[in-house]
């Protein structure tokens, strides 16, 4: 949980998604017509986005993406 944790640290809004999901695809766009500064990890295409599903996983996040996190 080490790595979700880094990377929503100090974010107002930070999203985990996937390039082809279209429910991710939504979610992201629904919270930037609001205005929201927010931070797109795709966990497809992160270097370490197999690790970080499985702590989503582990956080109770399921399915996984899209996992919003708003502080």
């Known amino acids: 949980m080490a790595n979700v944790t880094r990377l929503v640290k100090d974010k107002a809004v ?3 998604s996937k390039s082809s999901c ?6 992201k766009t629904l919270i930037c017509s609001f205005g929201a500064n927010l ?5 497809d295409e992160h270097a370490y986005g197999q690790q970080i599903e499985k702590e989503l996983i582990a ?6 993406v899209p996992a ?3 502080r």
Do not use: A, D, R
Request: with cysteine.
């Open 14 to 16: 930070v999203i985990f």
């Open 22 to 27: 279209c429910i991710c695809h939504n979610i």
């Open 39 to 43: 931070t797109v990890y795709e966990l």
């Open 59 to 64: 956080l109770g996040c399921k399915p996984c």
């Open 68 to 70: 919003v996190f708003i």
